[in-house]
């Protein structure tokens, strides 16, 4: 058991743990300035391309909601090695094939490699720590899962220019492989109880946290926040290459940027960490959509790459501070139920993701961004709506306690 470990063997598990993080990231980000040269490559469509992204949210999603209870049954550790083996043998598959219909079905697998590691290492936090610390290592989830958007893209803006897009999943693989070999020198088992795997009681323990309104608002928030960031994911590489003619480096540049932004966002969070809960998210669900309203009117005037960037950088820090603000409110809510309540916010959270990026994808080419900051339109103005309802629920809440008082 990793408790009973020593204190420098608990610090270097504690910053594993903290690297695997943006593993999701890496895997979803760090191929998106190769999307047009893998349509070209492997002689596909852009919504094929865009697929594969898709496959690997719902795969990732669906995968969140069973494996938190089965790992409050069998343990963290074996399962997120065993993981580890199998993102590298996925990784070096795809690298090695031209079908397209393949790495999506890879990228399925990939998801639910990936969703038994991340699954693992949040439920890590919860096992080793607890108050204040716990809290505090909670705050700094987002802000350093934004490294893999914020660096992934960058690299592979350089290695879809140098090498080709396979490039990106022999990366993948190393990554995973390091992992791997320093998982198993440093790290070990963290659950102190193991559950046993009864369906009538995983039954009324998904019952119970999903009846919470609260808890699956904060979900729904998370998710909605996450794909307003996915519009440049997905439409971005195509208008940044075809449309204004850039390089798959300037691609890579643009995302590194917006991927500073998202944090940016979530340390701001942080710091805010003590203000008023209503008040700032309602300040950050407007300012995003009256600046993407702000976007569309003057892109029509200024119809260039850096304007679009000085807007989209702005709403992006509005993101990344609500998923912030709401992943450290919701994770906190049922702390006996960790792996379980951590796999329903993260599966949750990437099955909106999956349904945002289908609609993205199935809406239309965007081909100028405009057609972007359409899309942005359309999913701030429902998160803006869901922050509302949430709102005022807090709100009616607080007033039915004061009565009571």
Request: with cysteine.
């Amino acid at each position: 058991m990793l408790q009973s470990a020593s204190d420098k063997r608990k610090r270097i598990a504690t910053t594993l743990a903290f690297i695997s993080i943006p593993l999701s990231g890496f895997v979803t980000d760090i191929y998106l300035p190769s999307f047009p040269a893998m349509a070209k490559g492997l002689h596909a469509e852009e919504s094929a391309i865009q697929l594969t992204l898709t496959c690997f949210f719902i795969s990732y999603g669906i995968s969140q909601l069973l494996v938190g209870s089965l790992l409050d049954s069998i343990g963290r550790f074996k399962p997120a090695m065993w993981a580890l083996g199998a993102l590298i043998v996925t990784s070096l598959l795809i690298g090695m094939t031209n079908n397209v219909h393949l790495i999506c079905l890879l990228r399925v697998l990939q998801g639910i490699a990936v969703a038994f590691v991340v699954i693992s290492k949040r439920a890590f936090f919860v096992d080793m720590y607890s108050g204040d610390k716990l809290k505090n290592y909670l705050s700094y989830f987002t802000i350093i899962w934004s490294c893999g958007p914020i660096v992934a893209p960058f690299l592979g803006g350089y290695l879809q220019q140098y090498f080709h897009w396979q490039a990106n999943f022999y990366f993948l693989a190393i990554y995973a492989g390091l992992m791997l070999i320093f998982e198993l020198i440093y790290s070990g088992e963290t659950i102190a109880l193991r559950k046993r795997f009864d369906l009538a009681r995983i039954k009324a323990d998904y019952t119970m946290a999903l009846g919470n309104l609260s808890f699956v608002m904060g979900i729904v928030i998370l998710g909605l926040a996450y794909s307003v960031v996915l519009v440049f994911n997905i439409g971005g590489p195509f208008v940044i290459e075809n449309t204004f003619h850039f390089s798959a480096i300037v691609t890579g540049y643009c995302t590194l940027i917006l991927g500073f932004s998202w944090m940016i966002g979530g340390i701001i969070g942080k710091r805010l960490i003590h203000v008023n809960f209503v008040r700032k998210i309602t300040v950050a669900s407007t300012t995003q959509l009256l600046l993407i309203i702000l976007l569309l009117g003057v892109g029509y005037v200024a119809p260039q790459l850096w304007c679009f960037m000085i807007f989209a950088f702005i709403i992006h820090i509005c993101s990344g501070f609500l998923y912030n603000v709401h992943f450290t409110d919701t994770m906190l809510f049922f702390p006996q139920h960790a792996a379980m309540a951590s796999g329903l916010l993260g599966g949750l959270v990437y099955v909106i993701t999956s349904l945002s990026s289908f609609v993205l994808a199935k809406t239309g080419r965007m081909t100028t961004h405009q057609d972007m900051a359409l899309r942005y339109l359309l999913l701030s103005g429902v998160l803006s709506a869901v922050v509302w309802l949430a709102v005022s629920r807090r709100k009616a809440a607080l007033l039915k306690t004061a009565v009571a008082v």
